[in-house]
């Protein structure tokens, strides 16, 4: 399976956010699947390159050319896949993925997030979107998203929108699921 994988790039956080990443990232190439993110070595995403790196797992990167600084690229990445804007570097990443995590972030990470939630909403992608909720990070926009809901500004489901896993370990176990049940899906209907 192909994950692609949104998060912070910053190097100030606490040690927890670093730790979680990077065992999702070990996770990841344990269970031969490949990540697929913005390419870049700082924060979050680079410390899930590291894990999957780690666990002999595959990594491409996807990265604008107006922010490719080489310093800050991840340099173990299996393939780097050049865009010519933000913009592409996110449809790329979404048309190469088969799944999304969402480990915590700013305001890009979030708007990578709800990019792919509104075309989950508007059944543009039937691929699952998975948030990491280290430190109950992602607790506060769920109640959001919960609020938004029960006022009608949310029709769906949420539950059919994202997953909100507490652990590394549940964030794969949730894909591995939803792939599977996909895969019977498809064997089923043929």
């Excluded at 990445?77 to 996110?90: F, L, Q």
């Excluded at 969402?102 to 508007?122: C, K, N, S, Y």
């Excluded at 998203?145 to 500004?153: P, S, T």
């Amino acid at each position: 399976m192909k994950i692609c994988m949104f998060g912070a790039s910053s190097n100030t956080l606490r040690d927890c956010y670093y730790e979680q990443a990077r065992q999702l990232g070990r996770l990841i190439g344990r269970r031969g699947h490949t990540m697929i993110f913005g390419g870049g070595a700082n924060g979050l995403m680079g410390a899930c390159a590291r894990g999957v790196a780690e666990s002999g797992g595959e990594v491409v990167g996807v990265v604008p050319r107006p922010l490719s600084v080489p310093a800050q690229l991840y340099e173990d990445s299996g393939e780097i896949v050049y865009t010519e804007s933000i913009a592409e570097r996110k449809q790329k990443m979404v048309a190469l993925a088969d799944a999304f995590v969402a480990l915590p972030g700013g305001i890009g990470t979030l708007d990578e997030l709800f990019d792919v939630l509104t075309l989950r909403q508007l059944s543009l992608t039937e691929k699952p979107v998975v948030l990491l909720n280290t430190e109950g990070f992602f607790a506060p926009l769920d109640a959001l998203l919960r609020g938004a809901a029960k006022e009608g500004f949310l029709g769906e489901d949420l539950g059919a929108l994202y997953t909100l896993c507490d652990s590394p370990e549940a964030v794969l176990a949730a894909l591995e699921e939803e792939q599977s049940v996909r895969r019977f899906s498809q064997t089923a209907e043929m």
